[in-house]
């Protein structure tokens, strides 16, 4: 279950946080106890910070931020990996690691990450003057779900609450932590049964757990393994289509079939990658044009401003793609016709 924090009663403190550029509001009540006060922590002055509390050193910036001595940015000048799925952040360490950075530095536990939430603060909710330009967005933990590995805890910064989301969700933050590891509170899953574990896994919000026949349901892993994947292993949705391998209705019955587009969308402003092909064809053949516009995307060329960082901050593609279609880090799916000054063998 999520550890929930109260919502806030009065919003009544409002200061301007400048992040990538734009002006976020951070909403704090007044009259709430400060549990994060700036005297809680040791500024280091080389972009850590120590908390006297826990005795943990953290990263005042997120991975993917860089430290300006006063402010955390995003670095505009180059590609810099600032999102990641649970998988990759891990990796992501172990990468940071082996470029002789951040040697002591790791993942933070749940327990750990939900230290720095703000009880008084939202959006971000987090001592801003000790960690400014902390995005106000989900940062991934080390922590997995215990009764189903598909799952792994997140601290959402906007509000200060801790879920679940599933590990291969790409748009999300991480910030390193270093020293020893806290304890946790002890799990209560060894007094669990076995049909109760059984039923947690199917906990997460979507399905309905009080459904006589939630047990009978295939696990998604058991029912894509024969579906070809792509070359991070997910399931290639489109080859699938494409070979038959599944078969969509094209209209519910006593309907009209939904029409296929046939015309693809050849996008240029791409710098050194290859440029991007969009298939109307794909997508119309098991998705209605109203799914898509105008709510994601204008009809007239030119009105969608589409960037790596709207898509993942979920706008554009990303309301799909590293949702429920392939991640956006499958570069070679999208990035597919070569160009003068593009690399041949890129992928």
């Known amino acids: 279950m999520p550890f929930l924090k109260s919502k806030l009663r009065v919003a009544t ?47 005042q910036c997120a991975v993917g931020q860089s430290w300006t001595g ?25 990468r940071l690691h082996s470029k002789g950075r951040f040697l002591d530095w790791r993942l933070p536990t749940a ?10 603060c939202d959006d971000p909710s987090i001592n801003t003057d000790i960690f400014p330009g902390a995005p106000s ?17 997140q601290v959402d910064f906007k509000i200060g609450v801790t879920e679940t989301h599933l590990k291969s969700g790409i748009s999300y933050h991480i910030r390193l932590v270093k020293g020893d590891v806290l304890a946790t509170a002890r799990q209560s899953d060894s007094r ?21 026949d939630i047990l009978t349901l295939q696990k998604p ?44 969308i050849v996008f240029t402003d791409t710098a050194t990658m290859p440029h991007v092909r969009f298939p109307h064809k794909l997508h119309s053949m098991w998705l209605a044009c109203e799914n898509c516009h105008d709510e994601f995307f204008g009809t007239r060329k030119g009105q969608a401003d589409i960037s790596m960082e709207s898509i ?12 429920v279609a392939f991640s956006p880090n499958s570069c070679e799916r999208c990035h597919s016709i070569l160009h003068e000054g593009s690399p041949t063998k890129w992928w």
């Open 137 to 153: 967005w989900f940062f991934w933990s080390s922590s997995e779900y215990s009764v189903n590995d598909q799952y792994a805890w």
């Open 312 to 323: 993942y901050q979920g706008r554009h593609c990303g309301a799909c793609h590293g949702r």
């Open 13 to 59: 403190c409002l200061s301007a946080v400048i992040l990538s550029g734009s002006v976020l509001a951070q909403t704090c009540d007044i009259d709430k106890r400060d549990n994060v006060p700036s005297q809680r922590y040791v500024v280091n002055g080389d972009g850590t910070v120590t908390d006297r509390v826990t005795g943990l050193i953290w990263q």
């Open 221 to 264: 892993k058991e029912v894509t393994s024969h579906l070809p994947k792509d070359s991070r292993g997910e399931v290639d949705w489109a080859a699938a289509l494409l070979t038959g391998a599944i078969q969509p209705r094209a209209a519910r019955e006593g309907e009209a079939e939904m029409v296929v587009w046939d015309q693809d």
């Open 70 to 94: 006063s402010q955390c940015d995003e670095d505009r000048k180059k590609q810099v990996r600032s999102w990641f799925g649970w998988k990759d952040a891990n990796k992501e360490v172990v």
């Open 111 to 120: 327990e750990e990450l939900r230290t720095l939430v703000s009880n008084k």
């Open 192 to 212: 669990e049964s076995a049909a109760d574990k059984a039923l947690s896994q199917w906990d997460d919000g979507i399905h309905d757990i009080n459904n006589p």
